[in-house]
């Protein structure tokens, strides 16, 4: 399948790589941190290995891990490095607009898989998202949505490594097949040997490690622009007021940077690119799927939300810092680009040792991003592809080999996407626009089908096809032809994520008025309304505390979400 190249963002250039002043002067001290992190990540690897001996362990740490630590691992498969320079260049470009990002383009998906999807997934003991279209629809349906998430997956990977490239030989003076070598000989060792388990207890440790990097440079930032007063009134000055809002300029048409109005963030992100991204995509689903009872994989998501709230601060104000100290950035006139947002901050106020733990925080990140998308590949292309349509019926350890085997692929493929992202500077429209092709069109098949006793068997195969063609028309004909001018390619993102949905709920609807729907009795658990054996599990001593109620969490992430919107409203 061939991607047509996709248009920068209109920077009046199209940058492939950081800029090369951004040299860090690292030493002695910085690699010796850098050099125990990667000791500390293989030992894990090592560890994981000891306790796996099925498939179920391998692909889904045996369902055996504690609420905490998935929840941890939920967010640090999110917060890769695509996500830290991607959000922080959005801020650079964007300004405040980029808190949409979290506070309704995150926290509300994450509490409703939480709250209402993980019951279906967990209980219904599926291995794999599209396991569950398998069980709700028909196997043309689990075939495509395998197929489509296979091929995302490695795409994102690709993402993840070709970033780490630009990033290290920017920064370090690494070539790129070497920070690419490295980087992928990591994760695919600590994978390989220990499997999902491997993934998750090293994306606990890189949660830690992001976070030791980005506060020392969200405090020194602040402090280099005279605090949170001296940064807002600088970018007042110069971009508009608009600029420090979350909402201000949105109205329909009404021009704002971010070339989105308030019902394509509200309707575009906030429900379809979100709720899309979120509740079916499953390299985060997968971290829950590994929680030891349906209560902790409940409170998964829910957990990981409370993060998520706060990181969008860590990543936003050195994105702001450095629009005031760069004040050209990403602009013709300087050398500098919206990516860079992040590196420059680094070179510029981190002292030895310091920068240690911000280049390993760095590679953590990149590691994190791409280990959530190589394990969720391999467990989908194994279980889902492989062990129900190639090679049938075997015993379990050959699917551990193979899972391992098409570890190593998954990371060779994923090198070769890499530089499908050189088109943007911006990687986080590129990530966006990747979600509306692959995740919307899955989202809506998901609420239909779970929400929908009558959706028939065949709408979901047609309805997945159909949201998938319509976002990329949108996006490779509408916009990058010029069909309808939208203003920027996070707009256009938007727009096709709201194409994707309604495509595929309309085909969906008319499908199902012409064919069989599925027998009542084999929609137990899998449609609401419904309950199957796993939806009943009693609690686990002590999960019924009050304070680890699912409702509570999740209601509580929501309230909380929205008052911080308050300060960036008026």
Request: proline content about 5%; some cysteine.
């Amino acid at each position: 399948m061939q991607i047509p190249t996709v248009r920068p963002p209109d920077t009046g250039q199209t940058p492939h790589y950081l800029a090369a002043e951004l040299r860090l002067p690292t030493n002695w001290l910085d690699y010796t941190i850098l050099g125990i992190y990667f000791v500390v990540v293989l030992g894990i690897g090592f560890a994981a290995r000891r306790s796996v001996r099925t498939s179920l362990d391998f692909f889904l740490s045996g369902r055996s891990l504690p609420a905490w630590v998935t929840g941890l691992a939920f967010i640090a498969a999110n917060l890769g490095a695509t996500e830290i320079l991607g959000m922080a260049a959005n801020s650079a470009q964007y300004g405040v607009y980029t808190t949409h990002w979290y506070w309704i383009g995150a926290i509300p998906a994450m509490v409703f898989l939480g709250l209402v999807m993980m019951p279906f997934y967990y209980g219904s003991k599926v291995r794999s998202v599209p396991e569950f279209l398998l069980l709700r629809f028909d196997r043309s349906a689990h075939l495509l949505s395998s197929a489509l998430f296979a091929f995302a997956a490695i795409l994102i990977a690709g993402v993840n490594l070709y970033a780490l490239a630009i990033v290290v030989e920017a920064l370090l003076g690494w070539p790129q097949w070497v920070a690419i070598v490295v980087a992928g000989f990591f994760v695919l060792a600590y994978i390989t040997l220990g499997g999902l388990s491997s993934a998750i207890y090293n994306e606990v440790l890189q949660f830690f490690v992001i976070l030791a990097a980005l506060i020392p440079l969200t405090v020194l930032g602040l402090k280099k622009v005279g605090g949170w007063d001296g940064l807002s009134d600088s970018l007042t000055e110069t971009r508009g007021a608009d600029f420090m809002t979350a909402w201000g300029g949105t109205g329909i048409g009404s021009d704002n940077p971010l070339g989105a109005n308030w019902l394509t963030i509200v309707l575009g992100l906030g429900f379809v690119l979100s709720f899309g991204y979120w509740t079916t995509n499953f390299a985060e689903v997968q971290r829950a799927l590994s929680a030891k009872n349906l209560s902790a994989a409940r409170r998964t998501p829910l957990i990981a939300a409370f993060p998520k709230i706060f990181i969008v601060f860590l990543v936003m104000i050195p994105g702001l810092v450095a629009a005031v100290l760069v004040p050209r950035i990403g602009t013709p006139g300087s050398d500098l680009q919206y990516n860079d947002a992040i590196p420059y901050l680094m070179q510029s106020l981190l002292p030895n040792g310091v920068l240690g733990i911000a280049v390993t925080g760095l590679l953590a990140a990149f590691m994190a991003g791409m280990a959530a998308n190589i394990s969720s590949f391999n467990t989908v292309f194994t279980t889902d592809i492989w062990a129900k349509y190639v090679v049938k019926d075997q015993e379990d350890g050959y699917y551990v080999r193979f899972g391992r085997l098409i570890t190593a692929i998954g990371v060779l493929a994923s090198i070769g996407t890499a530089f499908l992202a050189s088109s943007f500077s911006n990687i986080m429209a590129y990530l966006q626009t990747l979600f509306s092709f692959f995740n919307v069109p899955m989202f809506v098949v998901f609420v239909i089908g779970m929400f929908w006793k009558r959706a028939s068997m065949k709408s979901g195969f047609w309805g997945l096809l159909a949201g998938t063609t319509a976002a990329m028309v949108n996006y490779f004909w509408i916009y990058e032809q010029g069909v309808i001018d939208i203003p920027s390619d996070q707009g256009a993102n938007f727009v096709s994520a709201i194409a994707g949905f309604v495509a595929g709920g309309v085909v969906m609807v008319a499908v199902t008025l012409f064919t069989a729907p599925k027998p009542a009795a084999e929609l137990q658990g899998l449609v609401y309304g419904t309950r199957s054996p796993g939806m009943s599990e009693p609690p686990a001593e002590g999960d019924d505390a009050w304070y680890r109620r699912p409702a509570l969490l999740g209601w509580g992430a929501i309230v909380l979400a929205a008052a911080c919107y308050i300060p960036f409203s008026f």
